[in-house]
């Protein structure tokens, strides 16, 4: 059975960090493209970014562009997003998701699995 397990949200002040962290166990971590995903109260969840299963493709929101990145650890099974300049509108709950495929992009294909999300909140 595969599970997620995040870590890494709290409260920050705009123009902070954070970095949110996710185990993967239960497959080998190889297997998986893997994404984090976000939603803001009463907004639609929304792809943050993402990378294949090989890892030659990374992708990123417009509006994380330059100031988040993803990476993985493949001895730890742990993917990381590290969000940097932090803005209000990045108030959210983020979400880890593993996907047994090649790529993950809307988070509603077929063999995907979420973490338990964690709040992230930017005050002004």
């Known amino acids: 059975q595969v599970q997620l397990v995040e870590s890494g949200g709290g409260l920050v002040q705009a123009g902070g960090s954070l970095r949110l962290s996710c185990v993967v166990s239960?497959?080998?971590?190889?297997?998986?493209?893997m994404g984090w995903f976000r939603q803001a109260p009463g907004k639609e969840r929304e792809l943050v970014t993402s990378?294949?299963?090989?890892?030659?493709?990374?992708t990123y929101a417009d509006s994380v562009k330059g100031r988040f990145t993803m990476s993985r650890d493949n001895a730890k099974n742990t993917v990381y997003l590290q969000m940097n300049s932090l803005k209000p509108e990045d108030t959210a709950v983020y979400y880890c998701?593993?996907?047994?495929?090649?790529?993950?992009?809307?988070?509603?294909?077929?063999?995907?699995?979420w973490g338990q999300g964690t709040q992230v909140t930017v005050s002004a």
């Open positions: 239960g497959r080998t971590f190889s297997s998986f493209a």
């Open positions: 998701a593993v996907r047994a495929g090649y790529e993950l992009r809307s988070g509603s294909e077929a063999s995907v699995y």
């Open positions: 990378v294949t299963r090989t890892g030659g493709l990374t």
